[in-house]
């Protein structure tokens, strides 16, 4: 039994091959510059580079990591870099890997910001940005899609989700969805494991208790400031399941309708910049930061919505192997999957109306669309595509 539990260890142990502070500077540094096309992508490269190439982990080591990013909030790619740097060189690592990785696209988008600001009106410029809104809407479908597929497994869970697309449709605070969301998966299996009458009815009163919340949780209209913009992405980046496209929801909510820091108009261009830009979609906070608050909004923004990442991921090690040992936990997790999908969606159907104006916006999505769900065109291209189309026709 020893002999067998040693073997099993220097299996599934962390590679012995050496690796200085530099050298993981250096790789998520190129990583980071390089990687365009959103999460599913940006692991795809990291699997090819530190399991095929450098073997600096074993593939059950990847996917066991990646399972542990997928089930925390927050952006999975980013989360990945992070869980490699602390595989390799601990705290120090965790730190150089994840800052590295995002380093190069928060550079671009806040330079592309910059030169929003300052040439935002001028027609060539509104040109490429007409065409590029309804690309990122068929690229928030194709994701939408894809997810769902994925994390739609009963009828239940499909129940849960038109509620939670209810609610947000209805005004109901977005952290308060995802709690519900969570207690509606959960319910049954709770369900199933209390022997008493009385037991289900103390189960029935804390799926009613969380909607006495929203006053709670709400964000009030206030003057701007760099600490209120700290805790709106910070928040963000503390509870957001799902995609990096579900962060649209959520800016929309607090900086389009709640505190009016923002316009529709300037949502869609910080997502379209985030689609033009390797890295992270969570950078799109980097954009919004520096529009509303110059160079400290941008760096604030940023700081916010990344650093949660790199708590959960440094507190995982103790969390996450009891969430995957209980089933109420995981179909809760399964919840607040299907209810950040659900944002996606109504979000998609919202900022649609504002992308798609007139018909040749109109079909630039429909032609999107088809090309990212049935031949899987990278969506850089299409992004390309676009800019060049807008730039010629409203240039």
Same mark, same amino acid.
């Given at each position: 039994?020893?002999?067998?539990?040693?073997?099993?260890?220097?299996?599934?142990?962390?590679?012995?091959?050496?690796?200085?502070?530099?050298?993981?500077?250096?790789?998520?540094?190129?990583?980071?510059?390089?990687?365009?096309?959103?999460?599913?992508?940006?692991?795809?490269?990291?699997?090819?580079?530190?399991?095929?190439?450098?073997?600096?982990?074993?593939?059950?080591?990847?996917?066991?990591?990646?399972?542990?990013?997928?089930?925390?909030?927050?952006?999975?790619?980013?989360?990945?870099?992070?869980?490699?740097?602390?595989?390799?060189?601990?705290?120090?690592?965790?730190?150089?890997?994840?800052?590295?990785?995002?380093?190069?696209?928060?550079?671009?988008?806040?330079?592309?910001?910059?030169?929003?600001?300052?040439?935002?009106?001028?027609?060539?410029?509104?040109?490429?940005?007409?065409?590029?809104?309804?690309?990122?809407?068929?690229?928030?479908?194709?994701?939408?899609?894809?997810?769902?597929?994925?994390?739609?497994?009963?009828?239940?869970?499909?129940?849960?989700?038109?509620?939670?697309?209810?609610?947000?449709?209805?005004?109901?605070?977005?952290?308060?969805?995802?709690?519900?969301?969570?207690?509606?998966?959960?319910?049954?299996?709770?369900?199933?494991?209390?022997?008493?009458?009385?037991?289900?009815?103390?189960?029935?009163?804390?799926?009613?208790?969380?909607?006495?919340?929203?006053?709670?949780? &709400? $964000?009030? =209209?206030?003057?701007?400031?760099?600490? %209120?913009? +700290? #805790?709106?992405? @910070?928040?963000? *980046?503390? /509870?957001?399941?799902?995609?990096?496209?579900?962060?649209?929801?959520?800016?929309?909510?607090?900086?389009?309708?709640?505190?009016?820091?923002?316009?529709?108009?300037?949502?869609?261009?910080?997502?379209?910049?985030?689609?033009?830009?390797?890295?992270?979609?969570?950078?799109?906070?980097?954009?919004?930061?520096?529009?509303?608050?110059?160079?400290?909004? &941008? $760096?604030? =923004?940023?700081?916010?919505?990344?650093? %949660?990442? +790199? #708590?959960?991921? @440094?507190?995982? *090690?103790? /969390?996450?192997?009891?969430?995957?040992?209980?089933?109420?936990?995981?179909?809760?997790?399964?919840?607040?999957?299907?209810?950040?999908?659900?944002?996606?969606?109504?979000?998609?159907?919202?900022?649609?109306?504002?992308?798609?104006?007139?018909?040749?916006?109109?079909?630039?999505?429909?032609?999107?669309?088809?090309?990212?769900?049935?031949?899987?065109?990278?969506?850089?291209?299409?992004?390309?595509?676009?800019?060049?189309?807008?730039?010629?026709?409203?240039?």
């Amino acid at each position: 039994m020893e002999r067998k539990q040693a073997g099993r260890t220097a299996t599934a142990g962390p590679s012995t091959a050496e690796v200085s502070l530099r050298e993981l500077a250096l790789v998520f540094l190129k990583l980071g510059t390089i990687a365009f096309g959103g999460p599913a992508a940006h692991i795809a490269m990291m699997e090819d580079e530190f399991v095929a190439r450098r073997q600096w982990l074993t593939r059950e080591q990847f996917l066991d990591r990646l399972g542990a990013a997928n089930l925390m909030p927050g952006p999975s790619s980013t989360e990945m870099a992070i869980f490699i740097g602390y595989e390799k060189r601990g705290w120090p690592g965790l730190l150089v890997a994840g800052c590295t990785f995002i380093l190069p696209a928060a550079i671009m988008v806040g330079a592309i910001a910059s030169a929003y600001v300052r040439y935002g009106t001028l027609p060539q410029v509104n040109g490429v940005l007409y065409a590029l809104k309804p690309v990122v809407i068929a690229v928030i479908i194709q994701a939408f899609w894809k997810l769902a597929r994925t994390a739609l497994k009963s009828i239940w869970l499909g129940t849960v989700g038109s509620v939670a697309a209810l609610l947000y449709v209805l005004r109901v605070h977005e952290v308060l969805i995802l709690a519900i969301a969570a207690g509606l998966a959960g319910a049954p299996v709770l369900y199933r494991r209390l022997p008493t009458t009385r037991r289900r009815r103390a189960l029935l009163l804390t799926q009613i208790t969380p909607l006495r919340l929203p006053a709670v949780l &709400a $964000v009030t =209209a206030a003057p701007f400031g760099l600490w %209120p913009l +700290f #805790l709106i992405f @910070a928040k963000i *980046g503390a /509870v957001l399941f799902g995609s990096g496209y579900v962060l649209l929801a959520f800016l929309r909510a607090d900086l389009v309708d709640r505190l009016h820091w923002l316009t529709e108009r300037q949502l869609l261009d910080a997502v379209a910049v985030g689609q033009i830009t390797p890295g992270p979609v969570f950078t799109t906070a980097t954009f919004i930061g520096y529009i509303i608050g110059g160079t400290p909004g &941008a $760096v604030i =923004a940023t700081v916010g919505i990344f650093a %949660p990442a +790199f #708590l959960f991921v @440094a507190i995982s *090690g103790l /969390v996450i192997p009891r969430i995957r040992r209980s089933r109420v936990a995981a179909s809760m997790l399964d919840g607040v999957v299907v209810g950040s999908l659900a944002l996606m969606g109504v979000v998609a159907w919202q900022l649609g109306r504002a992308a798609i104006i007139d018909v040749p916006t109109l079909v630039i999505a429909i032609v999107s669309t088809a090309l990212l769900l049935g031949f899987r065109v990278n969506s850089a291209w299409l992004i390309v595509a676009a800019g060049a189309f807008g730039w010629l026709y409203r240039g």
